[in-house]
């Protein structure tokens, strides 16, 4: 459901100082099967950045087109010189269901984000990674929780292979039900590494695996593939 973003880094250096791409996902998950596209922008700044992407499923169930909508807004405010910047962010979404009985619809819970990031590339922008420590405001949840976030990427062989991703580890109560009782979970992790090769600045054939644990309405861990394509602008 959820598709971070692919490191602000990787993509300052493939397209220079701005930088769009959209993907097209085929997710093979247990009860899935269904396709997902993600649009991604990044724009620096004298100040710092702006990155946000918009992630829609598509007939999912019974569904027919845009079964969920789901964005992340964020805002880097570099602090001088150094590796650190202050770091701003909204999520928010919602989705829809259908079956031949009835329909209905779900919000996915704003949150808003902020904390501080630590940004790394080595001296040839092969590889690199960002850390960030977040305070996280869940609408109508939790006043006050948190969430730790690495992204990371590595190109390999004359960038013509690219490896990178994320992760996210934060408190979030969910409540899950096997139809006899109810447990209350506490933690979520979810971790996105993709695989990309690229044929040209523009054109990626690549796969994700959805890494999750107590994520969405799945207690424990799943994993979900997908294979995908990327357009860079």
Same mark, same amino acid.
């Given at each position: ?9 990787? @993509?300052?250096?493939?397209?220079? #100082? ?7 996902? !085929? ?7 269904? $396709? ?5 922008? +990044?724009?620096?700044?004298? &100040?710092? /950045?702006?990155?946000?992407?918009? =992630? ?5 169930? =019974? %569904? ?34 259908? #079956?031949? %009985? +009835? ?9 808003? @984000?902020?904390? @501080? ?25 939790? =006043?006050?929780? $948190?969430?730790?976030?690495? %992204? &990371?990427?590595?190109?390999?062989? *004359? ?15 969910? +409540? $899950?039900? =096997?139809?006899?009782?109810?447990? @209350?979970?506490?933690? %979520? ?17 690549? /796969?994700?695996?959805?890494?999750? !644990?107590? $994520?969405? #309405? ?5 994993? *979900? ?9």
């Amino acid at each position: 459901m959820k598709r971070k973003y692919l490191l602000i880094s990787l @993509l300052m250096i493939i397209t220079g #100082t701005y930088a769009q791409n959209i993907q097209l996902h !085929y997710d093979f998950g247990k009860d899935r099967k269904y $396709f997902t596209t993600t649009v991604e922008m +990044y724009k620096p700044d004298k &100040w710092g /950045s702006t990155f946000f992407f918009i =992630d829609m499923d598509y007939n999912v169930g =019974d %569904v027919k087109g845009v079964s969920m909508a789901y964005w992340e807004i964020a805002r880097g405010l570099n602090l001088g010189k150094s590796p650190f910047a202050a770091h701003l962010e909204y999520n928010g979404g919602f989705g829809q269901y259908s #079956t031949p %009985v +009835y329909f209905g619809a779900y919000q996915i819970n704003d949150s808003w @984000l902020g904390g @501080l990031e630590y940004n790394f590339n080595n001296a040839e922008f092969t590889r690199g990674f960002t850390l960030q420590v977040l305070y996280k405001y869940i609408r109508d949840k939790h =006043d006050a929780s $948190f969430q730790l976030t690495g %992204v &990371w990427y590595l190109h390999m062989l *004359n960038k013509r292979l690219t490896f990178s991703g994320f992760a996210d580890f934060w408190r979030e109560d969910g +409540y $899950f039900t =096997d139809g006899n009782s109810i447990t @209350l979970t506490s933690y %979520v992790f979810q971790s996105e590494p993709q695989l990309w090769f690229n044929f040209t600045e523009n054109i990626s054939l690549g /796969s994700e695996l959805e890494i999750d !644990y107590n $994520f969405a #309405t799945v207690k424990g861990f799943r994993i *979900n593939p997908t294979l995908g394509a990327k357009w860079t602008f």
